[in-house]
Protein backbone atom coordinates (compact mmCIF):
# COMPACT_ATOMS: atom_id res chain seq x y z
CA UNK A 1 0.00 0.00 0.00
CA UNK A 2 2.61 2.36 0.68
CA UNK A 3 4.60 1.17 -2.82
CA UNK A 4 1.55 2.21 -4.01
CA UNK A 5 0.98 6.05 -2.55
CA UNK A 6 4.88 6.87 -3.33
CA UNK A 7 3.89 5.41 -7.22
CA UNK A 8 1.17 7.64 -7.08
CA UNK A 9 3.05 10.87 -6.38
CA UNK A 10 5.71 10.21 -9.01
CA UNK A 11 3.04 9.96 -11.41
CA UNK A 12 1.77 13.19 -9.83
CA UNK A 13 5.05 14.74 -9.89
CA UNK A 14 5.95 13.99 -13.59
CA UNK A 15 2.84 15.04 -15.05
CA UNK A 16 3.30 18.65 -13.46
CA UNK A 17 6.87 18.74 -14.88
CA UNK A 18 5.12 17.76 -18.70
CA UNK A 19 2.52 20.35 -18.63
CA UNK A 20 5.23 22.95 -17.41
CA UNK A 21 7.65 22.07 -20.09
CA UNK A 22 5.01 23.02 -23.20
CA UNK A 23 5.05 26.39 -23.55
CA UNK A 24 3.88 27.19 -26.49
CA UNK A 25 3.54 30.39 -28.98
CA UNK A 26 1.01 31.38 -31.29
CA UNK A 27 3.52 31.52 -33.99
CA UNK A 28 4.27 27.78 -33.13
CA UNK A 29 0.61 25.95 -32.52
CA UNK A 30 -0.01 27.66 -36.18
CA UNK A 31 2.33 25.08 -37.83
CA UNK A 32 0.76 22.45 -39.71
CA UNK A 33 2.27 19.44 -41.25
CA UNK A 34 0.69 18.19 -44.66
CA UNK A 35 0.92 15.05 -46.65
CA UNK A 36 -0.75 14.62 -49.96
CA UNK A 37 -0.30 11.35 -50.66
CA UNK A 38 -1.27 8.31 -53.37
CA UNK A 39 -0.47 6.41 -56.60
CA UNK A 40 1.05 8.06 -60.13
CA UNK A 41 -1.45 10.15 -62.03
CA UNK A 42 -4.24 10.79 -58.25
CA UNK A 43 -3.56 14.58 -59.05
CA UNK A 44 -0.83 15.45 -56.15
CA UNK A 45 1.29 17.86 -57.45
CA UNK A 46 -2.00 19.40 -58.20
CA UNK A 47 -2.96 19.11 -54.55
CA UNK A 48 0.12 20.15 -53.86
CA UNK A 49 -0.17 23.36 -56.25
CA UNK A 50 -3.61 24.03 -54.65
CA UNK A 51 -2.21 24.37 -51.20
CA UNK A 52 0.83 26.38 -52.01
CA UNK A 53 -2.15 28.66 -53.57
CA UNK A 54 -3.97 28.82 -51.10
CA UNK A 55 -1.49 29.60 -48.36
CA UNK A 56 -0.18 32.72 -51.57
CA UNK A 57 -3.65 33.97 -51.11
CA UNK A 58 -2.65 34.37 -47.79
CA UNK A 59 -0.06 36.89 -48.52
CA UNK A 60 2.03 33.89 -46.73
CA UNK A 61 5.58 33.13 -48.66
CA UNK A 62 5.43 29.80 -49.99
CA UNK A 63 8.99 27.96 -50.84
CA UNK A 64 9.23 24.86 -53.07
CA UNK A 65 11.51 22.35 -53.65
CA UNK A 66 11.89 19.07 -55.29
CA UNK A 67 14.87 16.12 -55.58
CA UNK A 68 17.08 17.07 -58.42
CA UNK A 69 16.75 13.23 -60.22
CA UNK A 70 17.63 13.71 -63.90
CA UNK A 71 16.04 15.56 -67.15
CA UNK A 72 12.35 15.33 -65.95
CA UNK A 73 12.97 16.29 -62.87
CA UNK A 74 15.54 19.01 -63.17
CA UNK A 75 13.05 21.96 -64.50
CA UNK A 76 13.15 24.70 -62.13
CA UNK A 77 9.51 24.30 -61.28
CA UNK A 78 6.51 21.50 -60.99
CA UNK A 79 3.86 21.10 -62.94
CA UNK A 80 0.10 19.41 -62.72
CA UNK A 81 -0.27 16.72 -65.52
CA UNK A 82 -3.56 20.04 -66.30
CA UNK A 83 -0.28 21.75 -67.08
CA UNK A 84 -0.26 24.28 -63.99
CA UNK A 85 3.32 25.37 -63.18
CA UNK A 86 4.82 26.83 -60.65
CA UNK A 87 8.61 28.04 -59.75
CA UNK A 88 10.68 25.25 -57.20
CA UNK A 89 13.79 24.39 -56.81
CA UNK A 90 16.19 21.14 -57.38
CA UNK A 91 18.26 19.70 -54.02
CA UNK A 92 20.19 16.64 -54.02
CA UNK A 93 20.54 16.27 -50.60
CA UNK A 94 17.47 17.13 -47.71
CA UNK A 95 20.15 19.74 -45.96
CA UNK A 96 20.76 22.01 -48.85
CA UNK A 97 16.89 22.74 -47.66
CA UNK A 98 17.95 23.90 -44.26
CA UNK A 99 20.65 26.60 -46.03
CA UNK A 100 17.03 27.94 -48.13
CA UNK A 101 13.74 28.18 -46.12
CA UNK A 102 14.66 30.52 -43.80
CA UNK A 103 12.72 33.00 -45.54
CA UNK A 104 9.88 31.38 -46.59
CA UNK A 105 6.32 30.77 -44.34
CA UNK A 106 5.64 27.76 -46.08
CA UNK A 107 8.18 25.18 -47.27
CA UNK A 108 6.41 22.56 -49.80
CA UNK A 109 8.24 19.55 -51.61
CA UNK A 110 7.33 17.55 -54.22
CA UNK A 111 8.15 13.88 -55.19
CA UNK A 112 9.10 14.01 -51.34
CA UNK A 113 9.35 9.96 -51.57
CA UNK A 114 12.67 10.28 -53.49
CA UNK A 115 14.49 11.90 -50.80
CA UNK A 116 17.16 9.88 -48.12
CA UNK A 117 15.79 9.32 -44.65
CA UNK A 118 17.39 12.51 -43.56
CA UNK A 119 14.02 14.33 -45.12
CA UNK A 120 12.73 13.50 -42.15
CA UNK A 121 15.03 15.24 -40.01
CA UNK A 122 14.94 18.25 -42.20
CA UNK A 123 11.23 18.92 -42.15
CA UNK A 124 11.17 18.41 -38.27
CA UNK A 125 13.62 21.06 -37.84
CA UNK A 126 11.65 23.43 -40.42
CA UNK A 127 8.52 22.66 -38.48
CA UNK A 128 10.48 23.40 -35.06
CA UNK A 129 11.30 26.92 -36.74
CA UNK A 130 7.43 27.64 -36.79
CA UNK A 131 7.20 26.85 -40.86
CA UNK A 132 4.37 24.83 -42.27
CA UNK A 133 5.02 22.25 -44.74
CA UNK A 134 3.10 20.68 -47.72
CA UNK A 135 4.75 17.49 -48.98
CA UNK A 136 3.38 15.21 -51.92
CA UNK A 137 4.48 11.78 -52.87
CA UNK A 138 3.94 8.24 -53.50
CA UNK A 139 3.04 6.49 -50.61
CA UNK A 140 3.51 2.86 -52.00
CA UNK A 141 6.21 1.48 -54.50
CA UNK A 142 5.75 0.00 -57.86
CA UNK A 143 5.65 -3.53 -55.50
CA UNK A 144 3.34 -1.99 -53.29
CA UNK A 145 5.13 -1.66 -50.03
CA UNK A 146 5.46 2.22 -48.34
CA UNK A 147 7.66 4.26 -50.04
CA UNK A 148 11.40 5.16 -48.36
CA UNK A 149 10.50 8.11 -45.71
CA UNK A 150 6.82 8.67 -46.60
CA UNK A 151 5.61 6.37 -43.76
CA UNK A 152 7.16 8.61 -40.98
CA UNK A 153 6.45 11.98 -42.76
CA UNK A 154 2.50 10.61 -42.55
CA UNK A 155 2.78 9.84 -39.00
CA UNK A 156 4.32 13.60 -38.04
CA UNK A 157 1.66 15.19 -40.49
CA UNK A 158 -1.27 16.81 -38.51
CA UNK A 159 -2.98 16.27 -41.90
CA UNK A 160 -2.83 13.07 -44.17
CA UNK A 161 -5.12 13.34 -47.98
CA UNK A 162 -5.19 10.37 -49.67
CA UNK A 163 -5.80 10.40 -53.31
CA UNK A 164 -7.06 7.81 -55.36
CA UNK A 165 -6.27 7.16 -59.48
CA UNK A 166 -8.80 5.17 -62.04
CA UNK A 167 -8.04 1.70 -62.47
CA UNK A 168 -6.50 1.27 -66.25
CA UNK A 169 -8.46 -1.87 -66.52
CA UNK A 170 -11.83 -1.72 -64.30
CA UNK A 171 -12.36 1.85 -63.97
CA UNK A 172 -12.30 1.42 -60.05
CA UNK A 173 -10.86 3.22 -57.59
CA UNK A 174 -6.63 3.01 -58.12
CA UNK A 175 -4.35 2.92 -54.78
CA UNK A 176 -1.33 0.74 -56.64
CA UNK A 177 0.96 2.10 -59.64
CA UNK A 178 1.86 -0.47 -61.76
CA UNK A 179 4.81 -0.61 -63.55
CA UNK A 180 4.53 -2.09 -67.12
CA UNK A 181 8.46 -1.83 -68.22
CA UNK A 182 11.12 -4.63 -66.86
CA UNK A 183 12.99 -2.57 -64.72
CA UNK A 184 13.15 -4.24 -61.26
CA UNK A 185 15.03 -0.99 -59.15
CA UNK A 186 12.88 0.40 -56.78
CA UNK A 187 13.05 4.05 -58.35
CA UNK A 188 12.43 4.00 -62.45
CA UNK A 189 11.47 7.19 -63.41
CA UNK A 190 9.04 7.80 -66.02
CA UNK A 191 4.83 8.15 -66.77
CA UNK A 192 2.51 6.73 -68.85
CA UNK A 193 5.34 4.82 -70.55
CA UNK A 194 6.44 2.52 -67.46
CA UNK A 195 3.38 3.03 -65.20
CA UNK A 196 -0.85 2.09 -64.97
CA UNK A 197 -2.55 2.94 -61.80
CA UNK A 198 -4.83 -0.20 -60.87
CA UNK A 199 -6.89 -0.90 -58.33
CA UNK A 200 -6.05 -3.99 -55.70
CA UNK A 201 -7.89 -6.59 -57.46
CA UNK A 202 -6.42 -5.68 -60.89
CA UNK A 203 -2.86 -4.92 -59.16
CA UNK A 204 -2.90 -8.54 -57.71
CA UNK A 205 -4.24 -9.86 -61.01
CA UNK A 206 -1.15 -8.18 -62.72
CA UNK A 207 1.50 -7.66 -60.66
CA UNK A 208 3.34 -11.33 -60.94
CA UNK A 209 2.73 -11.71 -64.73
ZN1 LIG B 1 -9.22 -2.54 -61.32
Given at each position: ?I???????T???TD??I??A??F??R?????????????????????????T??Q??????L????K?DAR???N????H???E??????????E?????????V??I?E????D????K?????????K??????????F?????????????????VVK?SS??????????????I??????????E?????????S?????K??
Amino acid sequence: MIAKVKKLNTSQKTDVNISSAYTFSPRVTNVRIKVICGPMFSGKTKGLISAITAYQDKGKKVLVFKPKMDARYSENSIMSHDKVEIQATNVVQPKEILDLFHHADVVAIDEVQFFDPSIVKVCNIIADQGKSLILAGLDLDFQGNPFGCMPELMSMADEVVKLSSVCTFCSGKARFSHRISKDRGVVVLGEKDKYVPLCRSCYNELKDQ
